[in-house]
């Protein structure tokens, strides 16, 4: 076979392009604010995935599953994330940790492969509450990434009327977490369903942080915001796979000149 200049220049052309194809992992910073009034809701850590589509964190009017329960009542998400994990083992799973109170923003940075888990799933207690939560209903609710694993959500908006209520613990301002004992809570055994309207009875208890609630929710309101920002990933593997295919290149180069 008679490799020409042009040869492999083409050449050289595709193992680039083929190696920027292979260049799939994105890095992706999260950042959660919370846009709720003063002294108004605040949330605890905010458990998340990056994932093909086939986790279902919970289903309005069913039961709540075991790891909702566990972040809308204490906000531990370690049986929600160890769900998520067993139901799609490629998924990039974490948790921004630390509570997030009025105003507040925090920021996190996760490498995806937005080929294979175009979509995004999360959950967040919301607190003061008994039992009060945030999250997508269905694993397909926010396909972050496109077929061709571009961006093409920039940020998602959680609204009053977006908080739901798991169903799982009797309202109680004396045993809501954040205003009141812990040792109180009772099980409701209901299902899960949209809920802000009885987080007011909770005004004017004093809170873990010190501040008086004041819940300021109508169901329009703006209370949460999830923002993406992806930036390249350098890939080893990539930069391996070029330099093999100049080597192969030049040494395909060497045996022309010598007339081989």
């Known amino acids: ?42 949330f605890a850590a905010t458990h998340l995935g990056f994932h093909s589509g086939v986790f279902d964190a919970f289903d309005i009017g069913q039961v709540a599953t075991d790891g909702i329960i566990s972040i809308a009542e204490r906000g531990n998400g370690m049986s929600w994330l160890s769900a998520f994990a067993a139901a799609d083992p490629g998924a990039t799973i974490g948790t921004i940790a630390g509570q997030l109170r009025p105003g507040n923003t925090r920021s996190m940075t996760f490498t995806v492969d937005p080929m294979a888990n175009r979509y995004f799933t999360f959950a967040s207690m919301v607190i003061p509450s008994n039992d009060f939560f945030i999250g997508n ?35 109680d301002p004396l045993a809501s977490a954040f205003v009141g004992t812990g040792g109180l809570r009772a099980d409701q055994n209901s299902v899960v369903a949209f809920n802000f309207a009885e987080l007011a009875a909770l005004n004017g208890l004093t809170t873990a942080a010190g501040y008086v609630f004041d819940s300021q929710l109508s169901a329009g309101i703006e209370i949460y915001r999830i923002g993406f920002e992806v930036a390249p990933v350098p890939e080893p593997e990539t930069y391996a796979l070029m330099a093999l295919g100049l080597a192969v290149v030049g040494w395909a180069g060497k045996r022309k000149s010598r007339g081989v």
């Open 1 to 42: 076979m008679t490799i020409t200049r042009f040869t492999r220049t083409a050449l050289a052309a595709a193992l680039l392009a083929g190696g920027a194809a292979f260049a799939a992992p994105v890095q992706v910073t999260v950042t959660i604010d919370n846009l709720a009034h003063a002294n108004g809701v605040a």
């Open 137 to 171: 209903d269905g694993p397909q609710r926010y396909e972050l990434f496109d077929a061709a694993g571009n961006l093409q959500i920039t940020s998602i908006t959680q609204r009053s009327r977006d908080i739901w209520d798991a169903g799982s613990e009797i309202f």
